[in-house]
């Protein structure tokens, strides 16, 4: 879950510093935790 944390933290900075910080408002996200890949009787 931390790297969605950090990928969608840094596409905001990063759209901020091109389209400024009003921009963010135009933008919608979600993240959903999936698993690792592997046998989900566990």
Do not use: S, Y
């Not at 931390?2 to 009003?22: D, P, S, T």
């Amino acid at each position: 879950m931390w790297m969605q944390v950090l990928l969608l933290g840094n596409f905001r900075r990063q759209m901020i510093a091109k389209c400024g910080q009003e921009a963010l408002a135009n933008v919608q996200a979600f993240t959903k935790w999936v698993h690792r890949p592997g046998n989900n009787d566990e």
